[in-house]
């Protein structure tokens, strides 16, 4: 199961976390999609536990964390008042 889960987790960790520090205004769905590749490696190592599997996604949990935290500690960025032309 590790030669299965290897690479889309590593490619997850770092491509979520560039797209995340990229594009402030997708990290919603930067996160989701991580959390999601958690649980198809949680389920993977439900069914192959192996202990190399178990620090990958050990290493991939405190990314996805880490971005967690951070996410809630910035500011939301207002959104500008929209423009109405009146006549």
């Given at each position: 199961m590790l030669n299965t889960l290897a690479l889309p987790?590593?490619?997850s960790m770092l491509a979520g976390t560039y797209a995340y520090?990229?594009?402030p205004d997708r990290r919603t769905r930067v996160l989701?999609?991580?959390i999601l590749f958690q649980l198809v490696g949680a389920y993977g190592y439900?069914?192959?536990p192996e202990m190399a599997l178990f620090s990958?996604?050990?290493l991939h949990g405190l990314i996805v964390f880490a971005l967690l935290l951070h996410s809630l500690q910035t500011p939301r960025p207002e959104l500008a008042p929209e423009?109405?032309?009146r006549k």
């Amino acid at each position: 199961m590790l030669n299965t889960l290897a690479l889309p987790l590593l490619f997850s960790m770092l491509a979520g976390t560039y797209a995340y520090l990229r594009f402030p205004d997708r990290r919603t769905r930067v996160l989701l999609t991580l959390i999601l590749f958690q649980l198809v490696g949680a389920y993977g190592y439900r069914s192959q536990p192996e202990m190399a599997l178990f620090s990958l996604l050990a290493l991939h949990g405190l990314i996805v964390f880490a971005l967690l935290l951070h996410s809630l500690q910035t500011p939301r960025p207002e959104l500008a008042p929209e423009r109405i032309r009146r006549k």
